[in-house]
């Protein structure tokens, strides 16, 4: 069983930045992609970025592309998601997860494990 642990999320001002952690108890997250989705009240859980099995290939959602850095140290066992330039937008509850396969997905049906998610709220 893979239990990942988010952290890092908080406050911040527009145009600031935060570093989300995501630590796995248990089993390892070697060998398997990693991704981040976020969801914000009322609107439905949206795919924020991924990172293969060795961290040779991320994929971002379009929103964050460029303001977003999406890491993993399978030493630490964590995945890490440093986020710049935050907008009020990117306010939502962020969620790590262990893709089902070694290379990412968009799709949250391809994460088997989840974490219980941590709060990033920007003000304007």
């Known amino acids: 069983q893979v239990q990942p642990v988010e952290s890092g999320g908080g406050l911040v001002q527009a145009g600031g930045s935060l570093r989300l952690s995501c630590a796995a108890s248990g089993r390892t997250f070697s060998w398997y992609a990693m991704g981040w989705f976020r969801q914000a009240p009322g609107k439905e859980q949206e795919f924020v970025a991924a990172i293969n099995w060795n961290g040779g290939d991320t994929e971002y959602a379009d929103s964050v592309k460029g303001r977003f850095a999406i890491s993993r140290d399978d030493a630490k066992n964590t995945v890490y998601l440093q986020m710049n330039s935050l907008k009020p937008e990117d306010t939502a509850i962020y969620y790590c997860?262990?893709?089902?396969?070694?290379?990412?997905?968009?799709?949250?049906?391809?994460?088997?494990?989840w974490g219980q998610g941590t709060q990033v709220t920007v003000s304007s």
């Open positions: 997860a262990r893709c089902r396969r070694m290379h990412g997905s968009r799709l949250p049906d391809e994460y088997e494990y």
